[in-house]
């Protein structure tokens, strides 16, 4: 453990805290010494009373359907709400930070609410700004609120950009593993579910797992980082990196590359979207400098969906 910082009051609500994203916020939060003081999820009753009786929160939202198993249990002080309106005023307690790591479209209103209410995102939900960024802007715009990414390739990018003239950039470059699927079965429709979500660097959620073996999610970070960065996407590119250690590059007009480099370790892009610009220390292990580091083209003719992401931008 490290020593908690200077940031040891820092208030944040997490939406999505039983799922891979919300988990792994959690642990910065112990990490820190933040405050967790709204948590939401959907049907993992247990996991979620059991986040609740560690931090005790001032709020937990749930699904209807397992509202009688997790109010019975939840600690002096806490509130449960569901149905409709609760994420939304779970997303709008006054906090330092808003974790927005709800999967899919369902994460799109409460992400809309914290920003509407002025607070700060730390944006997990790509569904955010893939489907409506310019209307995720202009609420901010209106609010004061702020938006930092956590994927840690959007994450990588927002780093190598702090403190450089925009008109100097030319391209973002986004890596991507490749996935399980990267060389080989040669016939990619035997493939099974189970292969699919056997990741070779990251361990994520179900739903991002499954996209990555595809290339899918790729081709969603690409409009994800059009529409948080600003820039045409003929100027983002995309790197298959296999060893998953340089998550992000940016290009710029004097032929200079920048790049973010780190662990496969996605507690430590939450951290800096919850904590930017400090960098707080952590208990993981430096880097080692050594082995091999590929780059290739992404095969658009394995993965197709990279192209029609493209295409749809």
Not at 239 to 260: C, E, M, N, T, Y
Request: charged fraction near 20%.
């Amino acid at each position: 453990m490290t020593s908690p910082t200077s940031d040891v009051e820092k208030r944040i609500v997490v939406l999505g805290s039983t799922g891979s994203i919300g988990e792994q916020t959690l642990a910065v939060a112990r990490w820190q010494g933040y405050r967790p003081v709204a948590l939401t999820a959907g049907k993992n009753a247990d996991k979620l009373v059991a986040q609740a009786r560690e931090f005790r929160p001032e709020l937990v939202v749930c699904h209807p359907d397992v509202a009688d198993r997790v109010a019975p249990h939840l600690p002096q002080g806490t509130r449960l709400a569901v149905g409709d309106g609760a994420l939304e005023e779970a997303a709008t307690v006054d906090a330092d930070a808003v974790v927005s790591a709800i999967p899919g479209f369902g994460g799109l209103e409460p992400t809309a609410a914290a920003l509407r209410a002025g607070r700060h995102v730390a944006l997990a939900n790509k569904e955010a700004m893939v489907v409506a960024g310019p209307l995720m802007w202009e609420l901010a715009g209106s609010s004061g609120a702020r938006i930092t990414p956590v994927d840690s390739e959007h994450s990588a990018l927002f780093q190598a950009l702090t403190g450089e003239p925009r008109e100097a950039v030319t391209a973002l470059v986004l890596t991507a593993s490749g996935g399980p699927f990267r060389e080989a079965p040669a016939d990619l429709s035997t493939v099974t579910p189970e292969q699919a979500l056997r990741h070779p660097t990251w361990s994520m959620g179900r739903k991002v797992t499954i996209d990555s073996a595809t290339l899918f999610n790729k081709g969603l970070e690409v409009l994800e980082a059009h529409y948080l960065f600003g820039l045409p996407l003929d100027a983002i590119e995309v790197v298959v990196h296999p060893q998953s250690l340089v998550h992000g590059l940016v290009r710029f007009a004097d032929g200079s590359i920048k790049a973010q480099i780190g662990p496969h370790d996605m507690r430590l892009p939450i951290q800096y979207a919850l904590s930017a610009p400090a960098r707080p220390p952590t208990p993981l292990q430096p880097l080692p400098l050594e082995g091999r580091w590929d780059f290739e083209a992404p095969d658009l003719g394995r993965f197709p969906s990279l192209a029609l992401a493209y295409r749809a931008g």
